[in-house]
């Protein structure tokens, strides 16, 4: 929950500042922080699942997605997206000047902001599956304290791991 509330903070502030670093910083702070709650890692006993994207907004799935590619080949990796682009150039001289190399260029070009309509539909797509999580967070600990409640105090001495 804290994750999608921070990625949701992060985005919110994206289209706030004109400086397009922190611009920049702010959105692939968002996006990697939102691809946290659906990755498994040591020390993370639960994750977010695609069924629970379903179930903040039946039709975020491919928005959703988006978003974990955009993580996983833009931001924390180097793949192919739709984000970046580089090119390396050879211009050569006209033929009737005699052929040869005039100059080699390298070229980048990258997205350095997403659009207002793209940090807009994040937000809400963390808002809804925030909530999502609360009512999940509810029922386990409804769960844990009916359970604690029907022992007895030694019996939950001897949970503890020493």
């Not at 799935?61 to 833009?74: A, G, K, P, T, V």
């Not at 100059?103 to 809400?124: D, G, I, Y």
Request: charged letters at 25%; hydrophobic letters at 40%.
């Amino acid at each position: 929950m804290d994750d999608l509330k921070y990625g949701h903070e992060l985005m919110a502030m994206v289209n706030d500042t004109a400086n397009t670093d922190v611009a920049y910083s702010l959105w692939m702070s968002a996006i990697v922080t939102y691809g946290k709650c659906f990755a498994t890692a040591k020390g993370r006993r639960i994750k977010i699942e695609s069924n629970h994207v379903l179930k903040a907004d039946s039709e975020a799935l491919d928005f959703h997605q988006s978003i974990l590619d955009m993580r996983n080949e833009y931001f924390a990796h180097a793949g192919i997206n739709d984000y970046e682009r580089a090119s390396t150039v050879v211009i050569l001289s006209p033929t009737e000047m005699g052929k040869s190399v005039v100059a080699v260029n390298h070229l980048k070009a990258q997205h350095t902001k997403p659009s207002q309509e793209f940090c807009v539909s994040f937000c809400h797509l963390c808002r809804k599956l925030y909530d999502v999580v609360e009512s999940i967070g509810e029922e386990v600990h409804r769960k844990v304290l009916d359970e604690y409640r029907s022992m007895n105090i030694d019996t939950l001495y001897e949970k503890i791991e020493t």
